[in-house]
């Protein structure tokens, strides 16, 4: 009984969650009442405040939700890989991308709020917001800083490059979801050839061996290094 419960009450909970995430990326943060969602899920004021202690309170929850549920699973997938071949950082970009935009087709109402409405809400709110994109940023430039470490690349920040790399996909999943202009295949395709490119412009010279090494074993397959 207590199971059915408890399963009734997530289901409530998140009904509002949607019903928020379309009226916040609608309409907006300030524009949009409790009454306006409470209307939307067809239910009353009183089962609105049983899950949530205000509009700010829902928004936040479903901000810092979502933008958690988003980093640990990019995050799982940068275990760590043979940082010298271009074929494994090729796939972790693959992975990484494609968990990405599963995550935004499954999600899209949600990471339209997160784009459009989480600034601006308050000072408080802002800053957590922010904090969450520069630790994306952070796990970016983590791999960077591992990599110069294993002297694969050099003279590269790896905040610099990581910051850029979180800015280039927070743009092209606005227009995905928005303008529709590209298709999702093509995108995560330019992303990894950007990414690719510019990491190949930081290569020291034990790292490019490396890469020409790959492309000579992908050219002539019973190629050994000496």
Request: aromatic residues 10%.
């Amino acid at each position: 009984m207590a199971k059915a419960s408890e399963k009734r009450r997530e289901e409530t909970r998140d009904r509002i969650i949607m019903a928020a995430c379309e009226l916040f990326s609608k309409y907006g943060y300030h524009n949009t009442q409790v009454m306006d969602i409470v209307k939307a899920v067809g239910m009353s004021a009183g089962t609105f405040y049983n899950h949530f202690k205000d509009k700010r309170d829902l928004f936040e929850q479903i901000t810092i939700e979502s933008l958690e549920t988003l980093r640990v699973t990019v995050k799982s997938l940068r275990e760590p890989i043979d940082i010298w071949s271009p074929e494994a950082r090729f796939e972790t970009l693959l992975n990484t991308f494609n968990a990405i935009y599963d995550y935004v087709d499954s999600n899209p109402q949600q990471i339209l709020m997160l784009l459009r409405v989480s600034f601006g809400v308050d000072e408080k709110l802002d800053g957590s917001v922010w904090d969450y994109f520069r630790g994306f940023a952070q796990d970016a430039g983590e791999d960077i800083q591992r990599w110069i470490d294993e002297g694969v690349i050099e003279g590269i920040d790896p905040m610099i490059f990581g910051t850029a790399v979180i800015g280039m996909v927070l743009q092209l999943i606005h227009n995905y979801l928005v303008e529709k202009r590209f298709k999702r295949e093509d995108i995560i395709a330019s992303l990894i050839k950007m990414i690719m490119a510019m990491f190949e412009t930081y290569l020291t010279e034990e790292g490019r061996k490396a890469v020409d090494m790959a492309l000579l074993k992908s050219q002539y397959p019973g190629t050994t290094s000496s």
